[in-house]
């Protein structure tokens, strides 16, 4: 079991930036890829980012290169995701996620991932 708790969420003006951390309990951090996902009112949730167990691999979508970037501290338990050159379309509810498993591609589905924290808010004012 893992349990993942996100923060860094707020309000922020369009142009800023923000960095987001998600927190995991359990002593097997690093076996699991983590990837950010985002939900926006009324619209299916959305991958933004992920990064492999330990941290060499990065997946991305075109809406996510060069404004956001995503690490880890395997020894904090913690991924980050760093987001600058904010727009209003960024504001979404954004949740980080944990894959199990012994190989993991980076999967853009939410249904891949076997963990999922609470959600930490992003509001971007323009």
């Known amino acids: 079991q893992v349990r993942l708790v996100e923060s860094g969420g707020g309000l922020v003006q369009a142009g800023g930036s923000l960095r987001l951390s998600c927190a995991a309990s359990g002593r097997t951090f690093s076996s699991y890829g983590m990837g950010w996902f985002r939900q926006a009112p009324g619209k299916e949730r959305e991958f933004v980012l992920a990064?492999?167990?330990?941290?060499?691999?990065?997946y991305y979508v075109d809406s996510s290169k060069g404004r956001f970037s995503i690490s880890r501290d395997n020894a904090k338990n913690t991924v980050y995701l760093q987001m600058n050159s904010l727009k209003p379309e960024d504001t979404a509810l954004y949740y980080c996620a944990a894959a199990g498993g012994p190989v993991y591609s980076g999967s853009s589905y939410p249904k891949d991932y076997d963990y999922w924290g609470q959600g930490t808010q992003v509001t971007v004012s323009s």
């Open positions: 990064i492999s167990g330990s941290g060499g691999r990065r």
